[in-house]
C-alpha cells in the first residue's frame, strides 16, 4: 500500500518561485511539502534567470533571504551601449536604467544565477525544516468543493522519479510553480492565453577574453545581423552573451545547433570585438512565447505561480523578477488564510493584482522582443524614431519603473482601499518608500523596511506630524491602543503591529519625543523627511497601514475614528481573535 501524507499546503515545482513560497508558509508555521521533476542536487549547468531588481531585492530583504544571495552575486551600477563598428554611443540606450535608480539601497542589479539563488534559499527553507524532494513530479491531481475531516481540499498522486514510488500527498491548498509547461496548468484545462513567435534567441554563458572597453558592465550592442546584443556579467567571472538566432544563421548550420555553433554565432555577434571562449557553463535556445493563464486560481484551494501562470522573453530580464512578485504576493494571504487568520477571500487578490500585472508586463514584452529582433512592432510609428535602436532604448526609459519593479502598484480591491481624504502622498496599492528612520536615545538608523520585515504581518504605521501640534490625537490615540483591549487585541499582535513614526530629536527618549505614553515600537524623524517622503501634514499626522510585502493598504486620521476606520478595513479580510470561524 502507498503511502501517503497530509499538509497545509503541497507546492509543485522547486524553482525559486516554489521555493520561496515555501519559505514563507513554513516560516509564518504551516506544514508544507515540495517536490520537483528536476534532480536539482546534480544539475551542473548554471544557466536560465539571473537578474535580480530593486524591488525584488528589498522583497528578498524583508524576508531575511538577499544578504545569502549578496554574498555571492555581482553588482551592476553602470552600463554602455556600442554601435555595430565598435563606437560607443552616448548617452547610453536600454541597459542604463541601472544607472538612475533612485528611492531605494538597492540602487543596483543583481546578477547571480538560477542555480545559486535557488541553493541559497533552499538552505534557508532545510533550516525551517522543509526539504525538497527531488526527481519527484505530479502525475494526477484531484480536487473537492468540500474539505475531508483534515480540512483538505487536494488529493495528489506523486511519482519518486528515481524508485519508481507513488504517494499521495493530501493538502488544504495546492500551488503549481513548475514552469511554462506546468502539468498543474494542464491537468486542470487552464488555458495558456497568447502565442508563440517565430522569432528565436540564442543565450550562452561562460568565461571569456575580450578587448571590449566594458567587460564587467551591462552592454548592449546594435548589430544589424544578431539584433540588439546582450552582455552581462555574471557571478563567478562568467559572462553572458545574448543574440537574436535568425534563418541566415540557421542555414549556416543547417538547422544543427552544438555549443561549438553557438560559440562561434556568439563570437561572431560580438565583433568588432574580439570574444573568446576559455569555458562554457551553460546554453539555450529559444522560441519566444508571450502567454497568460486565463486564470491564477483555477480551484479556491488551486493557486498557479510563476511561468506556470505567465511565459514571455528574457529581453527586459524580467521572469524572475516577476515570479518572485508572484511569490511574495501569495506568500503571506496563503500563510494568513491557513493559519486561520484571514478570510479566502483575501487570495482572491492574488489572482487579480498578479495577472493584470503579468499582462502589462507581456504588452511591454511584446515590443520590446520584436524591436530587439531587429523588427518594427506593429502599429509603432517609425517615423517618431531616429533609427530601430532609438526605439528600444525610449521603451525601457518608459518601462524603467517597471522593470525595477519600484513603480509596480496595484489596483483598490478588497486589501487596497482607497480613503475619502488624501492623508498621505503615496496611493494605496504602491509601494510604501523606504526611509530612513532612527532609533530613539541611541541614534542608532534604521530603515523602514528594516523596521518591517514580511512576517505575514501587517503595520498599523502612526506618523506623528509636529507632536506639538497634535498632541490631543496622540492623547487619543495612545490611551485607546494603552487600554484594557487594545486596538490589536481585536486581531492577534502578531497579525497587526504597530509602528510609531515621531518627528522629534532621537536623541531624546520615547516618551520625552511622543509627549504620550508609547504604542508600538517607536523611530524617530528627526529632519522629517520620512513625514516628507510620505506627504504626511505635520499638523495633523496620520495612521497607515502597510501589507506584509510593503505596499499601502490603507490610511486614515490620526485620531480613535481613524483607528476605528483601520479596524474596519482590516475586518474585510482578516478574522479577529473573537471569531471562531476560520471562513467568511
Known sequence: ?????????????????????????????????????????????????????????????????????????????????????????????????????????????????????????????????????????????????????????????????????????????????????????????????????????????????????????????????????????????????????????????????????????????????????????????????????????????????????HTHSSGAAQGLNTGIHDAVNIGWKLALVVKGKAKTALLETYSTERRAAAQRLIAFDRRISTLMGNKWPEGMDKDSYEDINAALADLFDEASGYNTGLKISYEPNLVNVVPITDYTSICVGARAPDVGLFKPGVVQPIRLQSATPNCACFYLVTFTGDPRMTLPQLSAVSITLNSAEPFNFVFSPDTVKLVTIVSADPKLSVEEGLGVPAFGTVYMDDKRRAHSRYGINLRYGALLVLRPDGHLGFAAELSVAGLEAVKAYLSKFLISDGDSSKAP
Open 1 to 309: 500500500m502507498s503511502r501517503s501524507l497530509s499538509v497545509d499546503v503541497l507546492i509543485v515545482g522547486g524553482g525559486p518561485v516554489g521555493l520561496l513560497t515555501a519559505y514563507q508558509l513554513a516560516q509564518a508555521g504551516c506544514s508544507v511539502h515540495i517536490v520537483d521533476k528536476e534532480s536539482k542536487f546534480t544539475i551542473t549547468q548554471y544557466g536560465r534567470a539571473n537578474a535580480l531588481y530593486s524591488r525584488s531585492a528589498e522583497f528578498l530583504d524583508q524576508l531575511g533571504l538577499v544578504d545569502d544571495i549578496m554574498q555571492q552575486c555581482y553588482i551592476v551600477r553602470q552600463s554602455y551601449t556600442y554601435g555595430e563598428n565598435g563606437e560607443r554611443i552616448v548617452p547610453g540606450r536600454v541597459w542604463n536604467f541601472v544607472e538612475n535608480i533612485e528611492d531605494t539601497r538597492f540602487d543596483f542589479g543583481i546578477m547571480l544565477r538560477q542555480q545559486f539563488i535557488e541553493k541559497s534559499i533552499r538552505i534557508r527553507l532545510e533550516d525551517a525544516g522543509v526539504e525538497l524532494h527531488c526527481p519527484c513530479e505530479c502525475v494526477n491531481i484531484e480536487k473537492a468543493d468540500e474539505p475531508d475531516a483534515d480540512g483538505n481540499y487536494v488529493t495528489a498522486t506523486l511519482r519518486d522519479m528515481t524508485t519508481g514510488e507513488e504517494y499521495t500527498v493530501k493538502s488544504a491548498y495546492l500551488v503549481g510553480a513548475d514552469g511554462g509547461r506546468s502539468f498543474v496548468r494542464r491537468h486542470l484545462g487552464v488555458e495558456f492565453e497568447g502565442d508563440t513567435t517565430q522569432d528565436k534567441w540564442i543565450r550562452v554563458d561562460g568565461k571569456v577574453k575580450t578587448d571590449l572597453p566594458t567587460p564587467r558592465d551591462y552592454v548592449s550592442i546594435q548589430s544589424a545581423n544578431h539584433g540588439n546584443i546582450l552582455w552581462a556579467p555574471l557571478d563567478h567571472g562568467v559572462t553572458r552573451i545574448g543574440f537574436v538566432y535568425n534563418e541566415e544563421q540557421e542555414l549556416r548550420c543547417n538547422g544543427n545547433l552544438t555549443e561549438e555553433v553557438v560559440v562561434r554565432e556568439a563570437v561572431a555577434a560580438m565583433k568588432p570585438f574580439h570574444v573568446e571562449f576559455e569555458s562554457v557553463d551553460w546554453w539555450t535556445l529559444y522560441v519566444i512565447g508571450q502567454r497568460v493563464a486565463s486564470t491564477y486560481q483555477p480551484h479556491s484551494h488551486i493557486i498557479l505561480v510563476g511561468d506556470a501562470c
